[in-house]
């Protein structure tokens, strides 16, 4: 992942107002109360901010990104709000700044693209998850290989499509890092995206 363009271009979107995810997995989580969970593209942390509310004062949410301008709006977001159990981490996502078998939930939205070496991703995504832990991910797949000439441009991979896999990779992926059953929770259709085609779907599994 080529850190420095995605940290100036999500820096630069911390203030605005635009959509920036692909997926919705927080609509698919069904967090609990004392449950530990972990946001990987937590952006300005919203996402973060209403797990926290639901898992309440004996659990705690974290939050990873990349992005300074991102890690501090989350951050003042909230101080402001007066949100005391989360804590935003800047980390990569091939090392992920977390003990082993720590939470019980991973999400993450249109992030995962963005990773030079996805299986090294999913296998730390294995690793912090406790035995009986769980993910959802809303991510977006390419219908054929992306071309090289795209797949090494820092600015396509930072705009969330150039880093794409195809589908057949990405579920090959999950299963090398050893989530065995894996959940399609909602697919689209392949549409235009940058120079290529892709399709945004949710994926749901458990550490076993």
């Not at 972990?38 to 901010?49: N, P």
């Not at 009986?132 to 071309?147: L, M, Q």
Request: contains cysteine; negative net charge.
């Amino acid at each position: 992942m080529n850190y420095e363009s995605i940290d100036k271009r999500y820096s630069q979107l911390a203030e605005s107002t635009c959509c920036l995810s692909c997926g919705g997995a927080i609509n698919y989580v069904t967090a609990t109360e004392g449950e530990i969970c972990v946001d990987l593209g937590s952006g300005r942390g919203t996402d973060v901010l209403r797990l926290a509310e639901t898992v309440g004062d004996k659990g705690f949410v974290y939050g990873i990104d990349i992005s300074d301008g991102m890690l501090q709006k989350a951050r003042n977001t909230a101080e402001r709000l007066g949100v005391h159990n989360v804590e935003f981490i800047k980390s990569t996502l091939e090392q992920i700044n977390l003990p082993d078998e720590k939470a019980d939930l991973v999400i993450s939205n249109c992030t995962i693209n963005h990773a030079a070496d996805k299986q090294v991703v999913w296998d730390e995504i294995f690793r912090i998850l406790k035995n009986g832990g769980r993910f959802v991910v809303s991510d977006i797949y390419s219908t054929k290989p992306v071309p090289e000439e795209y797949r090494n441009d820092p600015v396509a991979v930072s705009e969330c499509w150039a880093g794409s896999v195809t589908r057949e990779i990405y579920l090959e992926q999950l299963g090398k890092a050893g989530f065995a059953l894996v959940q399609i929770v909602e697919e689209s259709e392949p549409y235009e995206k940058g120079m290529i085609r892709v399709a945004s779907w949710t994926v749901a599994g458990h550490k076993q």
